[in-house]
């Protein structure tokens, strides 16, 4: 079975992938801007992103379901129980985990940073592009928190996706199906597999935070 | 310092383009039809042998959606699936009057069973007539129930109906809202009752410490009928590649692989035949 085991596990990082990487392009600038603009309802907003980074899964996952079904207002799309919808899924449930890390690793920079940038005639690209390695500890974190939490989800991944044997099963969900079917020893074997799998990425990611910031 | 904008960029769209190509080669050519059935077929491995050998035999794809009966009828309501496999035959027939359902055919059946500890605590096993069996666990044995309206679940519920119970009555019923499988697991921990599709009893066995202690009665018949969804429900649904897969499904050479399906493995079989010509 172990190229089953590798089908599985090479689909779980390309979907939490490409979904974390979504989440990183959209909540990082989103979270650079909550950080440096002040604006009206502000707090506010920061109190519905911090409510989202603990919002359960599984409800999100309904949602887009009720969306993407073909009954649903989205269903001509005919995105329901593949990759995409699980991306989409897991880029909802990721991206106020993004925001919410990006936010605070910002403003835990200090205020003068940014004008010192303009005065020094860096764009406005290059700002981000520099203050977000001044802020590469908080960033980093943001990232594998994202991405742990979309890869150990099931809920959200089983509805939208359908756990389809050959092209939305994932880790998580293969372990659900092999323990209702009593194979044990196999839910056991996959749950192993997602604990590597996530050392090595973490790990990974852990190497790039660490390393000195010359 | 090695990490770029364009480099850190690069990494991402090629992340994202990879999971595009890979979502792309998992499509087939023609959209996929969707099959909504039970946990009992998903579980027992009977479908991993169907549908691969319908989709090479007939060049369609299907996704296989595993939820409770109640579920997937209520997916064909709402035109959310193209075709069903299901066996909850009071629940079918409301489904079929309403015209969600057409082109039904019986495909196969096996029988519910009601399994326990083996000391049988309710003294089930010396009775003969079901409604007796189901007055005795009201009143003497804990009770599991699957509780999440599939086949199995509205079956239970028609049995206490018939022993003019009320299931809620009962102080040591309990609901685990799971699939069959994850119910007889927790039956079995608990040292409980309850029905089980034979099938999936035989598959689990090996882990479980419950036993068989009624069977044979006719009401404990499970039958499974497939269906198409009435296309009127919804532009999308392939009514010619349903009916398809229901010809498949009833043709002699299914039918006998069905009969076959695991019987080496049990010595007996998991599914019997319904359509094979007499």
């Given at each position: 079975?172990?190229?089953?085991?590798?089908?599985?596990?090479?689909?779980?990082?390309?979907?939490?992938?490409?979904?974390?990487?979504?989440?990183?392009?959209?909540?990082?600038?989103?979270?650079?801007?909550?950080?440096?603009?002040?604006?009206?309802?502000?707090?506010?907003?920061?109190?519905?992103?911090?409510?989202?980074?603990?919002?359960?899964?599984?409800?999100?996952?309904?949602?887009?379901?009720?969306?993407?079904?073909?009954?649903?207002?989205?269903?001509?799309?005919?995105?329901?129980?593949?990759?995409?919808?699980?991306?989409?899924?897991?880029?909802?449930?990721?991206?106020?985990?993004?925001?919410?890390?990006?936010?605070?690793?910002?403003?835990?920079?200090?205020?003068?940073?940014?004008?010192?940038?303009?005065?020094?005639?860096?764009?406005?690209?290059?700002?981000?592009?520099l203050l977000a390695r001044e802020a590469k500890l908080g960033l980093l974190v943001a990232i594998m928190a994202a991405f742990g939490a979309i890869v150990s989800e099931v809920g959200a991944s089983m509805i939208v996706?359908?756990?389809?044997?050959?092209?939305?099963?994932?880790?998580?969900?293969?372990?659900?199906?092999?323990?209702?079917?009593?194979?044990?020893?196999?839910?056991?074997?996959?749950?192993?597999?997602?604990l590597v799998m996530s050392f090595v990425v973490n790990l990974s990611l852990t190497i790039v935070q660490q390393r000195s910031r010359t | 310092m090695l990490l770029t904008p364009r480099l850190l960029l690069t990494l991402v769209t090629s992340l994202v383009l990879a999971a595009t190509v890979h979502a792309r080669a998992g499509r087939p050519a023609q959209s996929a039809i969707i099959l909504a059935t039970t946990t009992s077929t998903q579980d027992s491995g009977l479908l991993d042998v169907l549908v691969p050998r319908f989709e090479k035999e007939r060049g369609i794809a299907i996704k296989v959606i595993a939820v409770g009966s109640g579920a997937a009828l209520?997916?064909?309501?709402?035109?959310?699936?193209?075709?069903?496999?299901?066996?909850?035959?009071?629940?079918?027939?409301?489904?079929?009057?309403?015209?969600?359902?057409?082109?039904?055919?019986?495909?196969?059946?096996?029988?519910?069973?009601?399994?326990?500890?083996?000391?049988?605590?309710?003294?089930?096993?010396?009775?003969?007539s079901v409604n007796d069996v189901m007055r005795a666990l009201a009143t003497r044995g804990a009770f599991v129930s699957r509780g999440d309206d599939s086949g199995t679940h509205?079956?239970?519920?028609?049995?206490?109906?018939?022993?003019?119970?009320?299931?809620?009555?009962?102080?040591?019923?309990?609901?685990?809202?799971?699939?069959?499988?994850?119910?007889?697991?927790?039956?079995?921990?608990?040292?409980?009752?309850?029905?089980?599709?034979?099938?999936?009893?035989l598959s689990l066995r090996r882990r479980l410490k419950l036993a068989i202690l009624f069977q044979g009665d006719a009401s404990l018949r499970n039958l499974y009928h497939v269906y198409a969804v009435n296309p009127a429900k919804n532009p999308r649904i392939q009514r010619d590649a349903a009916r398809t897969f229901i010809d498949f499904l009833v043709s002699p050479p299914i039918q006998q692989a069905i009969a076959d399906f695991k019987r080496a493995e049990y010595g007996e079989s998991l599914f019997f035949p319904d359509a094979l010509p007499q």
């Open positions: 079975m172990p190229e089953v085991f590798a089908a599985i596990a090479l689909r779980t990082i390309l979907v939490s992938g490409a979904a974390t990487a979504l989440a990183v392009l959209v909540g990082v600038p989103v979270g650079y801007v909550i950080a440096r603009r002040s604006f009206r309802g502000r707090t506010m907003l920061l109190g519905l992103i911090n409510t989202g980074m603990g919002m359960p899964p599984v409800v999100v996952g309904l949602v887009v379901w009720l969306l993407l079904v073909r009954s649903g207002p989205f269903g001509d799309l005919e995105l329901i129980y593949t990759q995409r919808a699980m991306v989409l899924a897991q880029f909802l449930i990721a991206t106020p985990i993004v925001i919410g890390f990006t936010t605070a690793s910002f403003q835990a920079l200090s205020p003068r940073l940014p004008d010192l940038l303009i005065v020094l005639g860096a764009g406005r690209i290059r700002r981000l592009w996706g359908g756990n389809l044997e050959r092209s939305t099963r994932v880790l998580t969900t293969a372990i659900v199906t092999e323990t209702s079917r009593g194979e044990v020893e196999r839910a056991l074997a996959l749950g192993l597999v997602l | 209520r997916m064909a309501a709402r035109g959310d699936a193209d075709v069903i496999l299901v066996h909850a035959p009071a629940a079918e027939r409301r489904y079929v009057e309403a015209g969600d359902l057409v082109d039904g055919r019986a495909v196969m059946h096996n029988d519910f069973v009601i399994t326990g500890p083996g000391d049988d605590p309710a003294g089930i096993r010396a009775l003969t509205s079956q239970e519920l028609a049995l206490w109906a018939a022993a003019r119970i009320d299931p809620r009555s009962i102080q040591r019923r309990e609901e685990t809202g799971q699939g069959m499988g994850a119910t007889l697991s927790i039956a079995d921990q608990r040292r409980a009752y309850t029905l089980t599709d034979r099938g999936t009893y």
